[in-house]
């Protein structure tokens, strides 16, 4: 059983950058991709970003492109999503999960319980 811890999420005002970090316990965290999902208030989740078990792939969604970076670091348990030009349309729970290489939210078994990002214009 994979346990997800993630924190960083706060309020920041458009142009603004964040980091979100995603703890991981109780498993091989090397066994498992990561991905990163948000949901907004009366939306469905949806994707963000993926990152392959060794860290050498990444896939992010389109409307996150060229703002957003996931990384990893298998020594430390941990994945990060890099936040840039943060607009008022990334505010959401962002939700950080460990599963199969994918953008769809049934390729992963175990989910963190959200942070919340709230971006101010």
């Known amino acids: 059983q994979v346990q997800l811890v993630e924190s960083g999420g706060e309020l920041v005002q458009a142009g603004g950058s964040l980091r979100l970090s995603c703890a991981a316990s109780?498993?091989?965290?090397?066994?498992?991709?990561m991905g990163w999902f948000r949901q907004a208030p009366g939306k469905e989740r949806e994707f963000v970003a993926t990152?392959?078990?060794?860290?050498?792939?990444?896939y992010h969604a389109h409307s996150v492109q060229g703002r957003f970076t996931i990384s990893r670091d298998n020594a430390k348990n941990t994945v990060t999503l890099q936040m840039n030009d943060l607009k008022p349309g990334d505010t959401a729970v962002y939700y950080c999960a460990a599963g199969r290489y994918g953008v769809a939210l049934s390729n992963y078994e175990y989910w963190g319980q959200g942070t919340q990002v709230t971006v101010s214009s």
């Open positions: 109780g498993g091989t965290f090397s066994d498992y991709a």
């Open positions: 990152i392959t078990r060794s860290g050498v792939s990444t």
